[in-house]
């Protein structure tokens, strides 16, 4: 008798798969210097995880390994996006395949007006949003859109950070320090837009100091302590945990 496999009641398939973002057991040198030391966690498809810890730990570090910048170098491990390796990938292919990093210096280019530095994310595909729906989402960057990049104010910069991420077509924005020096109103509007932009189905990883003010946008969180994770769940567990808080935080 010829009987089909019912894969469909086979529930194992659905708990090994792979999570959407993956990093495993990730090390990383610059030069001697060890710094990532085994980091491994999952992000889920459209969730914010927060990426926290003191300074030092490794954060940028991290983000910077994923995005696969060449420094610092990997020498082990394996980071997965949507079941494709970035591990094997160079940074320009990373881009492509849909990370978009947001360095915490923000990288606006002197001499190009808002409009500008935005078109130029979008000189080669894959194309995101287009310039109307980034100024739906920042109607502060389409007032100034003729003005010179570099010459907004820290959170307008930010906003235009942002903007030229999403003006490429990507699956995982990687924020370095979002809110840095930023008003708390500012912080709120940015805030705000993040709900957005999480709402369309894209994936964060968000890297603050302002822990808190992370953890109250984040779904999830993992802690960093001298490049190794000390800490992995819901960033409701971490608000509410005084002692990891001040272990790890110092808040
Ligand atoms: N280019 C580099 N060359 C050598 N060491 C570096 C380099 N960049 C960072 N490091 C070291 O790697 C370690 C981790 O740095 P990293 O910038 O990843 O930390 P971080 O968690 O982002 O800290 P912060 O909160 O201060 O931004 C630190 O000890 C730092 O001095
Ligand atoms: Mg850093």
Do not use: C
Not at 121 to 149: D, K, T, V
Not at 184 to 196: A, N, Q, S
């Amino acid at each position: 008798m010829n009987v089909k496999p019912d894969f469909s009641k086979n529930a194992n398939v659905a708990a090994t798969a792979p999570a959407y973002f993956s990093v495993w057991d990730l090390e990383a040198y610059y030069g001697e210097s060890y710094i990532v030391q085994g980091v491994s966690f999952n992000v889920h498809e459209g969730e914010i995880l927060a990426l926290l810890g003191r300074n030092g730990a490794g954060k940028t570090s991290t983000l910077r390994a994923i995005a696969r910048l060449d420094d610092p170098q990997v020498t082990h491990g394996e980071i997965w996006l949507d079941h494709q390796p970035l591990h094997l990938m160079r940074a320009h292919e990373a881009s492509k395949l849909g990370i978009g990093l947001v360095p915490e210096d923000r990288r606006i280019i002197p001499g190009l007006t808002v409009e500008e530095n935005i078109k130029l994310a979008q000189i080669a595909p894959p194309i995101g949003w287009s310039l109307s729906r980034i100024y739906e989402l920042f109607p502060r960057l389409g007032e100034r859109r003729l003005q010179e990049g570099v010459t907004l104010s820290g959170g307008e910069q930010q906003m235009l950070a942002i903007a030229r991420a999403l003006a490429r077509d990507i699956k995982v924005l990687l924020l370095d320090e979002p809110y840095e020096g930023l008003a708390p109103v500012i912080v709120d509007e940015i805030e705000k837009t993040l709900r957005v932009i999480k709402e369309q189905g894209i994936t964060t990883i968000i890297v603050e100091q302002n822990a808190v003010r992370a953890l109250e946008l984040s779904d999830r969180a993992v802690i960093l302590d001298t490049g190794k994770i000390v800490f992995d769940g819901t960033a409701a567990e971490v608000l509410e945990n005084e002692s990891l808080r001040a272990e790890y935080l110092a808040i």
